[in-house]
C-alpha cells in the first residue's frame, strides 16, 4: 500500500505517494523512476498550500465491504453534508470519517456527492481514483481519473496521476501500451501544455521517450516545449543542449534538417579546408603528395558545426519565448492561489486575473492585426505530434504566437481559482460568444449547473442570452430552473412573465403573475407588489381596466394599509374617461382617507383629488366642494401639516413608491404638503357660480401658486383671479 496523503480542505494533495517505485514498470530507469517521482508519483508537492488534514484511504477488499453495513455515524454525517450543502466542513468531515474507516461503499458514495457539487477539487479526484485501485479495480479507476480531466482538463497534477497510474497498471511488453501512453501524453500537452506551470507534465513526457529509446521523438518534444513560455523554460534549453551534445545530430534532428544542415557545413568545410590546402601546399616540402580524405566521411568536426547550426537557430527561439515568459512573469507572480477553494479571494487577488486577461487579450488583438491568426491547435502542440515514428517537422524560428487558444487556456485557469465569481464566467461568455454561440453556452451551462447553481444572475444572463440567439425553449427551462432551486425569488418570476410578454404570449405572461399573486397571500408586502405588477399588465398591454381595478381592489381588501395599492388604483381611475371617472375617483380616494393611512400620504391623495375636479369638472360648485374637503383635512392634519413645513420630514422620501410600479409617472412625485397657508378668501364677484366663493373658495390661487407643485406642470406661478376673476 502507498504511503499516507496529507490532503488540504480543497483536497489538494501536500504529500503525495500516488506511485509507489514498485508501481513503476519493470522497464524503467533508474532516471525514469527518478522523473517520475519528481511529477508528483512519490515526491512531495509542496506548492500546494494546505489547509485541513487527511490521511489517506485505508481500504479492504471490495468483497469485505460488501458485507459490512455502512458505518455509524455515516447516516449523521451525510445528512449534516445534504441539509447545508455550501458548508465546505461538513463535506470534509464526512469524507475524513469515510477514510477512517476504510469502508469502500461508503468513500464511494460521498466522493460522488462531493464531486458533483466540488468538481474542481483535483486531490479527491486523485484520492476516488487509489480508492479503486486500491479495491483492485485498475478499470474503475482509471475511469474516475478521466471523469476527472473531463472536469479540470488543466490540472497538470491530475494528468500526472493519471499517466503515473497507466504506468503502474499497463503492461509495457504488449505494443499497444506505449502508443496509448504516448497518446494520453498527448492529449495532456493539448489540454495543459500552454499552462505556465506545465514544466512537470513537458519534463515527465520527454524523459519518458528517453526510457523508450526514443531520442528523436524526446528531441521533439523539447523542440515544442521551447516556443512555450513557462516557469522553467531556461531549463528547457539547457536539456536541449545537452541532450544535442550527447548524440550524434542524425539521431535526434530529422532527416530534412540533418540534411541541410550536413550539406550546409559540408560545403563550408570544404571551402576553409580549400584555403588551409593552399596554405598548406606553399609550406609543403617539395615532391610530397597530399593525404587523401575519404569521400562523404562525417568527421567530430562536421558533427560540432552542425551542432553550432542547430544552436544558432533555436538560441532565436529561446530568446523570444525569454521575452514572452517575461512579459508574463509579474502576471503570474501576483497570483497566490491559482487551484480552487471555497474561501473567498481578495480584491487584489481578482484585479490581478482581470489585469492578466486584459494583457492576453489585448495581445491576441496586437498580433491579429499584424499577422494572419494561427489555428488554436498549433499552439499547444507547436509541430507536428510525435508519433512512434520520427516526426517530420519544419525548423521554425518564429516568435511564440499569441493566439486565441492561449487566451482561452487563461479564462479556464482563472475559472478554476475564480469558480464562484460570477464575473469571470460573465466575461467568458462574453468574449466567446463573438465566435461561438455553441462555445460561450458551454460555458453557461458550466458555471450555472455545476459551480453557481444558487446564482440568480448568471441564470438570468444565460436566458437572456438563449433568448437573444432565438431559442426560447431553453431560456425557459433556464429561468424554471432557477426559481425551482431558488423557489420565491421575485425577478426570476419577473423576468419569467416578461419572457412570455415579449414572445407574445400574454396569456401565460398574466398566468405567471396571476400564480404568483395567488401563492403570495401570506406575504402582504408581496402580495400587493405582484397584484400591482398583474394590474399593470392587464391596464396597459391587456386593455383590461375592469380586470385591473378587480385585481388591486381584492389586495386592498388583503392589505387596507398599503399606500402603493391605493395610489395604483388612484391612477388608474385618473387614466380612464374624466367625465366617467369622476365617482371611481372620488370613491377611490375617500378609500384612502378611511384607510389606516400615514396623514401625510391621506394629504397626497386629497391634493389628487382637487387636481382632477379643478382640470374636469363641468361645475364649480364640486370644485368648492373637494376643495372644502381638502380644507378640513389640512385642519385635522395640522401637526403634520405643520412638520413638513418645518422641515422634519423629506417629501421626497416620504412620497417615494419603491417598487416603480405606479400606472403614472406622477405617482412617482407628488407633490408635497402646501407650505403657504390657504388665506382668508376674496371678495365675492359678480353672481352666478362665483358667489359660492362664499362657500370657502378660499385663496384657491395660493395653493397653484405654491412652487413644489411644477412636477404636476405648473412651472410658472401665476394667480388664478387674472383673467378669470375681476380684481375686486
Known sequence: MAEACEMSGNGDLEESSAMEASEVPQSSSPEMVEMAEENGSVAELTEIPAASEHSSFSVPSAEENEEKDLPADFERLWLAAHENPPDFTSWTDLLQYCEQEGQVAASRRALEAFLSRYSLCYGYWKKYTDLERRAGDNDKAEEVCVRGLKVIPLSVDLWIHYINLLLGTLDMKLPESPLKIRRVFEDAIQAAGLDFHSDRLWDLYIEWEKEQGNMKNAMAVLERVLRVPTQRYNTHYEKYKEQLNGFEPKELLTPEEYEELRALCRQSQKAERAEQAQEEEQERPPGEEVPATPEGTDTEELMQKIREQVLLRRDKVYQDNEGEVRNRWNFEDAIKRPYFHVKSLDRHQLRAWHSYLDWEIAQLNKDTKESPKQDPNEAATEGSEVTAQLPEEEPEVAAVPQDDHRVRILF???????????????????????????????????????????????????ATFEERHGDLNEARRVLEAIEKTLPGLVVVRLRRAALERRAGNLDQSLALLQEAVAESKEKTTLHAFYSIKLARLLLKLGRNPTKARTVLQEALEISPDNDKLHMNLLELELSGDPWASAEAVQECVTRALAAPLAPHTKIIFSQRALQFAEEHSSSIKSVLSVYDGHQRLLNELGGTKRGAENGDDDPEKLHKVDDGSSVDASAETQPAVPQVPITTPPPVVGGGDAAAAQAGYAGYSSWYQQPQYGSYGYQNTWNYNQGYYPPS
Open 412 to 462: 479556464e485557469r482563472c475559472l478554476i481559482a475564480c469558480a464562484l465569481y460570477e464575473e469571470f464566467w460573465t466575461r467568458y461568455t462574453q468574449y466567446l460568444e463573438s465566435q461561438s454561440v455553441d462555445e460561450a453556452r458551454a460555458v453557461f451551462k458550466r458555471a450555472c449547473e455545476i459551480h453557481l447553481t444558487q446564482k440568480p444572475n448568471i441564470h438570468m444572463l444565460w
